[in-house]
């Protein structure tokens, strides 16, 4: 029997979604699962990895969230597109960090009850992402594969800011720059005002910056 997994797409104009077979995801989506997990659990991803189901989202450019919930409980990788975090504070929307191709989404980094910052996430290009669902009954052969991948997960939500944060305080001409470089369509689809906000640069060095990036490229 030929296997085939679900697609789900996210309709924005009547929000709801549309069920369609799907093949399995492209090899790099499993290269990307087995790196997440802790060396002595990876055994367990070579044996078990033809058993999972992916599901297809489909974000549409232009969507906005404060809640992924259709992600809970799920290790969901970027295959395309680009997703940006934002978070408002006094009047000004600053941009924490934006996840790209290959990248792993956690709705983990929101606690919808504790979201004093308006923090939410901004879909900048249209995106798709493989996601599985760690959710198995006890008795599922797959189980301890999933344990194993949440507790990754929880862990790489744990110290996902704090990566930000170290990135943040490198020496901000370089760290702009090669930022600029690497991402230079972000760059180019946020308002210079919150890009500069973003880096931790004023206006005019930004303008300085992106002259340097976009003459290296």
């Given at each position: 029997m030929r296997l085939f997994y679900l697609q789900i797409c996210y309709i924005h104009t009547i929000r709801r979604f549309i069920l369609t077979q799907q093949p399995a995801p492209p090899p790099e989506i499993l290269t990307i699962l087995k790196a997440l997990l802790h060396p002595d659990d990876r055994f367990l991803f070579t044996?078990?990895?033809?058993q999972l189901v992916f599901e297809k989202f489909s974000f549409?450019?232009?969507?906005?969230?404060s809640n992924f919930k259709e992600l809970n409980d799920r290790i969901t990788i970027v295959k395309n597109g680009v997703i940006?975090?934002?978070?408002?504070?006094?009047?000004?929307?600053?941009w924490s960090h934006f996840y790209t191709e290959g990248d792993l989404v956690f709705n983990l980094e929101?606690?919808?009850?504790?979201?004093?910052?308006?923090?939410?996430?901004?879909?900048?290009?249209?995106?798709?992402?493989?996601?599985?669902?760690?959710?198995?009954p006890d008795t599922h052969p797959l189980k301890k594969l999933m344990v194993a991948f949440k507790l990754q997960r929880s862990l790489l939500c744990s110290y996902q800011y704090q990566h930000y944060i170290k990135e943040y305080g490198l020496d901000r001409h370089e760290y702009s720059v090669k930022w600029i470089r690497?991402?230079?369509?972000?760059?180019?689809?946020?308002?210079?005002?919150?890009?500069?906000?973003?880096?931790?640069?004023?206006n005019s060095s930004l303008k300085s910056f992106l002259k340097e990036a976009l003459a290296d490229a």
């Open positions: 044996n078990m990895s033809e549409s450019k232009g969507t906005i969230h940006g975090v934002s978070h408002r504070m006094h009047a000004l929307v600053n929101i606690h919808e009850d504790l979201n004093r910052m308006e923090t939410q996430w901004h879909v900048l290009e249209d995106t798709v992402l493989y996601s599985i669902d760690t959710n198995v690497e991402h230079s369509k972000i760059a180019a689809a946020l308002p210079r005002k919150e890009l500069a906000n973003f880096l931790g640069i004023s």
